[in-house]
């Protein structure tokens, strides 16, 4: 393997400016050792098993082998940052794979979306489990969808992407510059029968999302883009994360992004511009590697949401069989192997696959993603990283995993700020 060190400043959390900021220990000095001790929390986070770099390459690689032209991880946590690229960002220019690139990270922005809301209601502007109705009336047809039946997709509302996108690059190129009003979205769910009585059961549905953007916007009177920017992307200091809806562009430096048609064989197709209308406040963020660490570390630090309505967020229930997939509110629990328990969100929008988590008490954050999309098998094996990442090496395959030779190796040694937790 012959990787490239590379010693940068690692992005540590911002102070909040929110109701929530905890106070702030000094920074970290430029060079050289903490001067600051270890919190008990962390001191006791010293168990937890090392991230396994040579499994996260691992399951970037096998990212690539099942189609993806490229794959990233970034891994943070109180030893560091450790950051993996293999493949190329861009087919035509063969420009590698960036990990300070952004890309569209697809449903991760539900736990955006998520957190200005459980914000509003704790400045009492609604209240969860009343009807949304009562905010936007007559919107819906049932006076029994509550908010909280959207946070945790349990309204009954089907999703209209299924059909929009079940052939898939037509479904991508009939929308792909197309600007949908929150209410032509509304009216598309609400055009097919509800999946659910509200309550009963998780269904997931992008149609969730679209009413908490409308009721963000009811409440505010400002775009969503404005609650985003005020309440988390400048208080976190999160300057690669934007929303830009209806703009088609990823602006700075970015990862292009590839999808792949229903045809096996047929050539990809570039799906890096588009409006991402058809899922704005469900699924339009553009994010980087180490700002989603910073956004799910600061978020399970408190730094975003009161004790108590982060309590409500990290209330999970099943989303499967396997008791090992949960969902709050906008909101994922991944239950792994090693019984590490990791929040955050998946995204799967065209041409990209991503993945953000963090321990509950926020010391360790992951965010991956692989430009590629419509392909299962790819998003399956990108998935591999959270393992390797919060469980460690595992014994028997630890020999077996070596470091892609094609691998970049980005580390930077110490990195995270020791932040106090909020209580
Ligand atoms: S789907 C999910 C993921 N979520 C949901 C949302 C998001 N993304 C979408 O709704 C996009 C659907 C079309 C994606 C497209 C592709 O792969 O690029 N697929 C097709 O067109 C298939 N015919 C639940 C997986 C999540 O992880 O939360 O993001």
Not at 154 to 182: I, K, Q, W
Not at 292 to 306: D, E, I, Q, V, Y
Not at 368 to 395: D, I, M, Q, R, Y
Request: glycine letters at 8%.
């Amino acid at each position: 393997m012959s990787a490239t060190l590379i010693t940068a400043l690692a992005a540590g959390l911002a102070p909040a400016t929110s109701a929530f900021a905890a106070p702030l220990i000094p920074a970290a000095p430029a060079t050289g050792a903490f001067a600051v001790p270890l919190s008990p929390a962390a001191t006791a986070s010293r168990a937890v098993p090392a991230p396994d770099m040579a499994g996260v390459v691992a399951a970037l690689d096998s990212a690539m082998a099942n189609g993806a032209p490229g794959a990233m991880a970034r891994f943070s946590g109180p030893d560091g940052v450790r950051s993996r690229t293999v493949g190329v960002q861009d087919r035509v220019s063969g420009a590698p794979m960036d990990i300070h690139a952004r890309f569209r990270i697809g449903s991760v922005s539900k736990t955006f979306s998520s957190v200005v809301l459980l914000q509003l209601v704790e400045e009492g502007r609604l209240e969860l489990d009343a009807p949304v109705d009562r905010y936007l009336p007559g919107l819906l047809p049932d006076d029994r969808i509550t908010v909280r039946h959207l946070l945790t997709h349990r309204s009954g509302l089907a999703d209209y992407t299924d059909a929009m996108f079940n052939d898939t690059v037509p479904g991508f190129e009939a929308v792909r510059n197309r600007v949908f009003s929150y209410q032509e979205l509304v009216d598309l769910s609400l055009s097919e029968p509800r999946t659910t009585e509200p309550g009963v059961a998780y269904k997931y549905s992008n149609a969730n999302f679209v009413v908490v953007g409308m009721l963000i916007e009811k409440l505010t009177g400002r775009p969503v883009s404005d609650a985003y920017e005020r309440r988390i992307f400048e208080p976190l200091k999160l300057t690669s994360t934007s929303y830009v809806h209806p703009d088609t562009r990823i602006k700075g430096l970015h990862v292009r992004g590839y999808l792949h048609p229903d045809a096996a064989g047929d050539p990809l197709v570039d799906s890096t511009e588009q409006t991402v209308s058809w899922a704005q406040s469900a699924g339009a963020v553009i994010s980087s590697p180490a700002d989603l660490n910073t956004f799910t570390s600061a978020l399970m630090r408190g730094r975003l949401l009161s004790p108590a309505m982060l309590g409500a967020m990290t209330t999970v229930t099943p989303t499967d069989a396997t008791k090992t997939r949960f969902y709050g509110l906008g909101l994922r629990r991944y239950d792994l192997s090693c019984g590490a328990q990791v929040f955050g969100h998946t995204g799967t929008v065209q041409g990209f696959y991503t993945y953000a988590f963090s321990t509950r008490d926020g010391r360790r954050s992951l965010s991956a993603v692989a430009n590629t999309s419509n392909h299962g098998e790819a998003n399956t094996a990108l998935g591999g990283t959270l393992e390797a990442a919060f469980c460690g090496k595992k014994p028997a395959a630890a020999s077996s995993r070596a470091a892609s030779s094609a691998a970049r190796d980005f580390s930077s040694l110490p990195a995270e700020r020791d932040l106090p937790e909020r209580h």
